[in-house]
Structure formats: structure tokens, C-alpha cells
């Protein structure tokens, strides 16, 4: 009899990035919205991004962190979830 397959190794690997944009507004300009904040922890990494408006400047932050980990079966779901939440925002 063979035996069922219930773990699946996941190359998840231990690195972090982070960027921050900064764009100089015309003088007078007025923002009047920016995008919500967003801050994501899982056990897989953890993502954040915000923006704000500072002295004239627009500002733009973004930091992804991704643990070294394996995944079991049971996390599977998970860690495809955190992948297909954030693979536009990683890059």
C-alpha cells in the first residue's frame, strides 16, 4: 500500500525589501485622498505599504519580509493565499 503524501515542502526564503518613493507635489497642490494603509502578518512573511504627504513631498513606503519556512499540507492554503495576496504588491 503507499502511503499518502501530507507534506509539501515550500522555498520560502528569508529576505526582505524595502522601498520608499518620494515625489515632489506642485506647490499649491492639494491631495484631498490617499490609499489606506495596509499591514499583512502570516507566518509566511509580513507586508506593509502606506502613504502620506510631508513638507510638499508625497511619500510612499513599502517593506516585505519573507521568513525562511517549510509549509505543510495544512498550510498550503495559507501560503497560497498570502502569494495571490500580495505577488502584485511584492513587486
Known sequence: MVQ???WVAC???GSHDSAIVR???PEG???DELPAAVKIETCF???SSSFEVTNGLLIFTRNVSMRA???GSLEADAN???FSRNA???L
Open 69 to 71: 519556512t517549510a509549509a
Open 80 to 82: 497560497r493565499s498570502w
Open 29 to 31: 497642490f492639494k491631495v
Open 23 to 25: 515625489v515632489k507635489l
Open 4 to 6: 499518502k503524501l501530507d
Open 11 to 13: 522555498a520560502v526564503g
Open 88 to 90: 502584485g504588491r511584492v
Open 45 to 47: 512573511g509580513n507586508y
